[in-house]
């Protein structure tokens, strides 16, 4: 096997056309996944129990189904029920609502792990509810669970490959068709699978480091 710069070249532009959709659906991805996250992990936590138990089955569902499967269900089910959604819109909703219920248990974590005497030192305040979540809990929780959500953005990152199977073109499908077209395939994928590394190993650093931050 022989090295071909050149191909590298030809590849290149098509690499950061794709590098730029992964980072897009990776940054949307996990934001959805972030708020809709605490959406579920408040609502578990303290909802209503007409309200909590649909939101506990509808998260387990989509928890223990692949990303793979509902990808398909949102880009080929939902049209024949008359919502049609492009094909980027479907990839960052598809990765964001499954990682939301995985970073909703991370919340519930952080929100059990919030002291009881914070609940009763807000009670006996008299602060309103709303209070209460936005100014006394949360800020703790979110604190204490900061660096696992970024482990699950890194998880997210090595994921959103699944997105060409339903036509996006991020940098793993950039290199499925230059590879298709020009027959060179070692190039191209060594490119993405470098760049998937230079993506997450500095990402996981700065978790660890994060991690020894909040703990000091």
Same mark, same amino acid.
């Given at each position: 096997?022989?090295?071909?710069?050149?191909? &590298?070249?030809?590849?290149?532009?098509?690499?950061?056309?794709?590098?730029?959709?992964?980072?897009?659906?990776?940054?949307?991805?996990?934001?959805?996944?972030?708020?809709?996250?605490?959406?579920?992990?408040?609502?578990?936590?303290?909802?209503?129990?007409? &309200?909590?138990?649909?939101?506990a089955?509808?998260?387990?569902?989509?928890?223990?189904?692949?990303?793979?499967?509902?990808?398909? +269900?949102? +880009?080929?089910?939902?049209?024949?029920?008359?919502?049609?959604l492009?094909?980027?819109?479907?990839?960052i909703?598809? !990765?964001?609502?499954?990682?939301?219920?995985?970073?909703?248990?991370?919340?519930?974590?952080?929100?059990?792990?919030?002291?009881?005497?914070?609940?009763?030192?807000?009670?006996? !305040?008299?602060?309103?509810r709303?209070?209460?979540?936005?100014?006394?809990?949360l800020?703790?929780?979110?604190?204490?669970?900061?660096?696992?959500?970024?482990?699950?953005?890194?998880?997210?990152?090595?994921?959103?490959?699944?997105?060409?199977?339903?036509g996006?073109?991020?940098?793993?499908?950039?290199?499925?068709?230059?590879?298709?077209?020009?027959?060179?395939? &070692?190039?191209?994928?060594?490119?993405?699978?470098?760049?998937?590394?230079?993506?997450?190993?500095?990402?996981?650093?700065?978790?660890?480091a994060?991690?020894?931050?909040?703990?000091?």
């Open positions: 096997m022989v090295w071909d710069w050149s191909a &590298v070249g030809d590849f290149l532009p098509r690499f950061l056309d794709g590098l730029l959709v992964t980072l897009q659906a990776l940054a949307l991805g996990a934001l959805l996944a972030f708020a809709l996250g605490l959406v579920w992990a408040v609502a578990i936590r303290s909802g209503p129990a007409v &309200v909590r138990w649909p939101v089955a509808v998260t387990e569902f989509i928890r223990n189904t692949p990303l793979l499967v509902q990808l398909f +269900f949102l +880009f080929y089910v939902l049209p024949e029920w008359g919502l049609t492009s094909a980027m819109t479907t990839g909703i598809g !990765l964001g609502l499954h990682y939301s219920t995985y970073t909703a248990e991370v919340y519930r974590a952080g929100i059990d792990g919030v002291p009881r005497g914070q609940w009763e030192a807000a009670t006996a !305040l008299s602060l309103p709303r209070r209460v979540w936005g100014a006394v809990i800020p703790q929780a979110v604190r204490r669970v900061a660096p696992a959500l970024g482990n699950y953005v890194i998880a997210m990152l090595k994921d959103t490959p699944m997105v060409f199977v339903i996006v073109m991020d940098m793993l499908g950039e290199a499925r068709q230059f590879s298709s077209e020009t027959f060179l395939t &070692v190039e191209a994928f060594t490119v993405v699978g470098v760049a998937f590394i230079a993506l997450s190993y500095p990402a996981s650093l700065l978790m660890r994060l991690e020894r931050r909040l703990v000091r």
